[in-house]
């Protein structure tokens, strides 16, 4: 089944050890995004690519960072993660044609969850 | 920046009662989308609204989007415990989702 991946789905890291989390999609779409979740809390947008445009959000750390080799993977680096980094990970995926973001239905991952010791 | 407000922030009824969540904005929505997120999963989408006063259906579920596209409500006829989750509203923006800070839903049985 076509789908979006994250691996791995737990992963603990130490204090400003760098973390690199992954995320795959079978879907071959052209939208990839990466987004944070604290508990009780909504998914926050960090970052995505529109093919190989990178569009980072004003209010992402410098911290974090993301790579998109190819249309499959995309990556999510944390450099130097603090306690407040622990956090749900969410990966998604959507499509967009032309200049229509009508159908932009988002598909997420699992999520990877983020300990920081 | 666009902002969506959504209310009530939590929710607790019994097996067999109404629920309803509502979303709103001060300035006009572009498209509104709902997802629901099981408690320790990930959010999955519901439906999509983009005219002024559309209202479809699944099933139990019944979606609003208000006629000035400010305002957006999703209303469960008869929850059951499957029902359980958070559920959120997010406005299309360009390329991005604009979340509400989501309803969560428990429900007794």
């Known amino acids: 089944d076509a789908m979006v991946i994250q691996n791995p789905r737990y992963q603990v890291t130490q204090f400003g050890k760098p973390v690199t989390l992954s995320c795959s999609q079978t879907?071959?779409?052209?939208?990839m995004y990466w987004y944070q979740q604290k508990s009780s809390q909504a998914p926050k947008l960090l970052f995505h690519?529109?093919?190989?445009?990178?569009?980072n959000e004003a209010d992402t750390p410098d911290n974090f960072q993301s790579r998109r080799p190819n249309t499959s993977f995309c990556f999510l680096d944390i450099r130097s993660p603090g306690l407040g980094d622990a956090a749900m990970y969410l990966c998604?995926?959507?499509?967009?044609?032309?200049?229509?973001?009508?159908?932009?239905?988002?598909?997420f991952g699992a999520g990877t969850r983020l300990s920081v010791l | 920046g666009q902002q969506v407000m959504q209310i009530p922030q939590y929710q607790h009824v019994q097996e067999g009662e109404d629920f309803t969540t509502y979303c709103n904005s001060s300035?006009?929505?572009?498209?509104i989308q709902w997802y629901k997120q099981r408690p320790g999963g990930h959010p999955v989408f519901l439906i999509q609204?983009?005219?002024?006063?559309e209202v479809k259906k699944q099933k139990r579920l019944t979606f609003q989007f208000g006629e000035a596209k400010k305002n957006s409500s999703l209303h469960i006829t008869a929850t059951q415990t499957t029902d359980v989750g958070t559920y959120f509203c997010?406005?299309?923006?360009?390329?991005?989702?604009?979340f509400g800070a989501g309803t969560i839903l428990r429900v007794k049985s």
């Open positions: 690519y529109y093919d190989k445009d990178f569009n």
């Open positions: 998604a995926t959507s499509f967009r044609t032309g200049g229509s973001s009508a159908k932009n239905i988002q598909y």
């Open positions: 300035t006009t929505l572009s498209n």
């Open positions: 879907l071959n779409h052209n939208v």
């Open positions: 609204l983009v005219k002024s006063g």
């Open positions: 997010a406005d299309l923006y360009g390329n991005k989702l604009v």
